[in-house]
């Protein structure tokens, strides 16, 4: 029983198109995270959901947009993929809000653009 | 905000030898400091954590140590295993922007 899961594990398409990556967890957690890890693998936080209301948004290009339907769901949307927004995407949770709690990946999308 | 620097970048250690990765970070109010493993195509896994509240902590073959006055911590692997080799990232929680910062990585080889 993955914890957190992301699908899809593997996402390959052209610059220019628009895809969604979607991350559930059954923790029972109540914030979730969107990370990018590079080609040289840093790990960079993004976005961060409380109880769906958004609470962190980093220096993020508008093309990304992230949806939280319920605490247990945060999805991200990127428009307009460019050369550059090719990584590995990895949503994680942790219990409650707070920069000292503990927080659970997924498996990670890698997303690969042509 | 807070800028966490993870040192060596690479790391290669005989079988059964300890491993000792040193991270230092800026900001005199980050409270928590996890470290997690990355093996290659997987998630990064907690493997251990410490709170600013205390100086030491040990789970079986790894430990971590902070020194809040010196702004740094450490982790510790000892006798290596070959299962042991994967990349190895540290944490703090600035207190800006309640989140994590990650170090650049460790990556750790393990040599039978």
């Known amino acids: 029983d993955t914890a957190v899961s992301q699908t899809p594990k593997y996402l390959v398409t052209q610059m220019g198109n628009d895809k969604s990556i979607k991350c559930e967890q059954n923790?029972?957690?109540?914030?979730m995270y969107w990370y990018k890890q590079d080609s040289k693998k840093f790990l960079k936080i993004m976005f961060s959901?409380?109880?769906?209301?958004?609470?962190i948004n980093e220096t993020v290009p508008n093309r990304f947009s992230p949806k939280s339907p319920d605490k247990a769901h945060l999805n991200l949307h990127i428009n307009s993929l460019e050369l550059g927004d090719s990584a590995v995407y990895f949503c994680a949770s942790s219990q409650r809000q707070g920069r000292d709690q503990p927080q659970h990946f997924g498996d990670g999308t890698r997303l690969s653009i042509l | 905000g807070e800028n966490v620097e993870q040192h060596p970048s690479t790391l290669s250690v005989q079988e059964g030898d300890s491993a000792v990765i040193k991270c230092t970070y800026s900001?005199?109010?980050?409270?928590?400091f996890p470290w997690y493993k990355q093996e290659l195509g997987k998630r990064p896994q907690l493997i251990i954590d410490i709170r600013s509240n205390v100086g030491e902590k040990k789970d079986q073959r790894i430990a971590v140590t902070l020194n809040k006055t010196a702004k740094h911590f450490s982790l510790h692997i000892t006798e290596t295993q070959p299962e042991d080799s994967a990349v190895y990232f540290c944490a703090a929680s600035g207190a800006a922007g309640n989140k994590l910062t990650f170090g650049g990585g460790t990556r750790v080889l393990v040599k039978p």
């Open positions: 923790l029972g957690h109540d914030t």
């Open positions: 959901y409380n109880n769906k209301e958004l609470i």
């Open positions: 900001d005199s109010a980050s409270n928590y």
